[in-house]
């Protein structure tokens, strides 16, 4: 009876170390993600509206350009991390969101500007993506501007698909790593006092 306990509890010594000596080996490793994506923090703070004639529509666009665009970008390019410290990454896109309501026409407007910046925060490239669609100003508003921005994300993504520079940079895994540190040094938007 001694014996089994004895065995027992030398595989569950073994077991522990086993795991121990695996976590550290993942932990001295880190894999660097290929894709860091930002957004503005104004743009999770501040919310725009959207007018109609007789309601407003009040909403922040920073959550949900970045549920739509981490999602379609991880698609296009793997690995994607939310600029977060020192975070660093292949490529940094900092995403910069639009969206304007025609209560006219009933169409939401959207636009979702991704610039792309390498190494020391070189800036490579901008790409603009654009939508419109039918919609109203109702009940159901989020659901027609989650689609708007979702088809903005996938315009940009068709332009960036098509840009062979882009793509061979992409693939090229040698380049120097972007940190998320450097964001306060990189040009930043016009300040947009206005929903438009």
């Known amino acids: 009876m001694m014996r089994n306990y004895i065995q027992t509890l030398l595989v569950l010594f073994m077991s522990v170390l086993v795991t121990h000596v695996q976590a550290d080996e993942v932990a001295s490793t880190p894999d660097k993600p290929k894709v860091l994506m930002y957004i503005q923090p104004v743009e999770y703070?501040?919310?725009?509206?959207?007018?109609?004639?007789?309601?407003?529509?009040?909403?922040?666009?920073?959550?949900?350009?970045?549920?739509?665009?981490?999602?379609?970008?991880?698609?296009?390019?793997?690995?994607?991390?939310?600029?977060?410290?020192?975070?660093?990454?292949?490529?940094?896109?900092?995403?910069?969101?639009?969206?304007?309501?025609?209560?006219?026409?009933?169409?939401f407007y959207g636009e979702v500007m991704v610039n792309v910046y390498k190494g020391q925060g070189e800036f490579v490239t901008s790409y603009r993506g654009k939508s419109n669609v039918r919609g109203m100003l109702g009940a159901y508003a989020d659901i027609w501007i989650q689609k708007a921005y979702a088809l903005a994300v996938d315009h940009a993504l068709a332009k960036m698909q098509r840009d062979v520079t882009l793509q061979n940079f992409m693939q090229d895994i040698n380049g120097e790593a972007i940190s998320c540190s450097m964001i306060s040094l990189l040009p930043t938007a016009k300040i947009r006092a206005m929903s438009f």
Request: glycine content about 6%.
């Open 45 to 107: 703070t501040n919310p725009i509206k959207l007018w109609h004639y007789y309601k407003d529509y009040w909403f922040y666009q920073g959550p949900v350009v970045e549920a739509e665009a981490r999602q379609k970008i991880s698609q296009q390019y793997g690995d994607v991390e939310f600029c977060d410290g020192n975070a660093s990454g292949r490529v940094l896109l900092w995403l910069q969101p639009k969206m304007f309501y025609n209560p006219q026409l009933e169409v």
